[in-house]
């Protein structure tokens, strides 16, 4: 498995593409808790205490627009996309991956945790059971692959009318080498090929091309989280000063978007944490001046510096130069 299939997780160098993807972020930055995928405020009746802007090296990055203390959640954020670890596959949510109280049946496509799981996924959910998803799914297991997953949720999502084909068009996508080129290609006819026998009209998937598909999927690439639900509550890791909290197990894989838009750092201010499900939760690990960049950290924080800068070059594709990694600490 390559570091990148690994950490799946942004890149140092992201650019804006012109004036209508920064109001597109200024909205994101204020957006009602109730739009899929946007952050909910901090503080009761406001918005949450940043602002999206670009950077003087690393593309954009997320600031704070006041002070932010020491522990305070600075904002939550719903998944765009997600979907269960295979592991975790009857284990937990098969919408929102929150652990199940028993082990779900194998029989049984997927389990929820609620009617209300349950009824938010009901429009995608109605088109992955038309489908036999056998091949794929086994195209897959065989390789490791964890990210054609999500695209397959997501086709269902644009086909079921739950979102648009192009919601993802704001990340920055990855590299793709021609051999990640070609392995994505041969996913791409698995899944064209499981939509057509599943007999869905031609308007229903005229999306679905190859360059939808391999945009798409390096987007995810460089974009996932591994959900990592590290159960308790928010106020016992508030005296947690460290940059990553030891989780049981990765439960699944998910896409945010204000959460892609943060920049790393070793020595990082901000925390993201999963609690009970994949609702992402940002904290500060410290206190946070107005107009600093929130930053967090790609990687485990407690690598030494050679292992560091190896794993964040092959997995990420930069030198890091943060404060921590130029004292060589």
């Known amino acids: 498995m390559s570091l990148l299939s690994r950490y799946g997780r942004s890149a140092?160098?992201?650019?804006?593409r012109g004036p209508s993807a920064l109001l597109r972020l200024a909205f994101?930055?204020?957006a009602s808790p109730a739009s899929p995928g946007a952050p909910s405020p901090a503080r009761p009746g406001g918005p949450p205490p940043?602002?999206?802007?670009?950077?003087?090296s690393a593309g954009r990055g997320v600031f704070a627009s006041r002070r932010i203390g020491s522990g305070e959640l600075i904002h939550t954020a719903e998944p765009v996309v997600s979907h269960p670890s295979l592991h975790?596959?009857?284990?937990?949510?098969?919408f929102c991956l929150r652990k199940l109280d028993g082990a779900g049946s194998p029989a049984r496509a997927a389990s929820f945790c609620s009617d209300g799981c349950r009824a938010r996924s009901k429009a995608f959910y109605e088109v992955e059971t038309r489908v036999d998803w056998s091949i794929h799914d086994d195209y897959c297991r065989a390789r490791g692959l964890k990210y054609p997953f999500l695209v397959k949720r997501l086709a269902c999502m644009v086909i079921s009318g739950a979102t648009s084909s192009d919601c993802l068009d704001i990340l920055q996508p990855a590299y793709l080498s021609p051999e990640m080129i070609s392995e994505?290609?041969?996913g791409f006819g698995l899944l064209k090929c499981a939509f057509t026998n599943a007999h869905l009209k031609d308007e229903q998937i005229a999306f679905l091309t190859k360059q939808w598909y391999t945009t798409l999927l390096a987007?995810?690439?460089?974009n996932a989280f591994r959900v990592e639900v590290v159960g308790g509550s928010f106020e016992d890791l508030l005296s947690m000063a460290v940059a990553s909290v030891e989780a049981e197990a990765a439960v699944g894989n998910a896409v945010y978007m204000l959460p892609s838009f943060y920049n790393h750092d070793c020595d990082p201010n901000t925390h993201i944490i999963w609690l009970e499900d994949a609702v992402a939760k940002l904290k500060a690990l410290r206190d946070i001046e107005p107009g600093e960049e929130l930053r967090i950290c790609y990687i485990d924080a407690s690598l030494d510096w050679?292992?560091?800068?190896?794993?964040?070059s092959q997995g990420f594709g930069f030198r890091c130069d943060c404060p921590r990694c130029l004292s060589g600490d």
């Open 28 to 30: 994101l930055s204020t």
């Open 88 to 94: 975790s596959l009857h284990a937990v949510c098969y």
């Open 12 to 16: 140092y160098s992201r650019k804006l």
């Open 184 to 186: 994505m290609e041969e």
């Open 219 to 222: 987007r995810i690439h460089i």
């Open 306 to 312: 050679d292992a560091r800068q190896s794993l964040l």
């Open 50 to 56: 940043i602002r999206v802007a670009l950077t003087e």
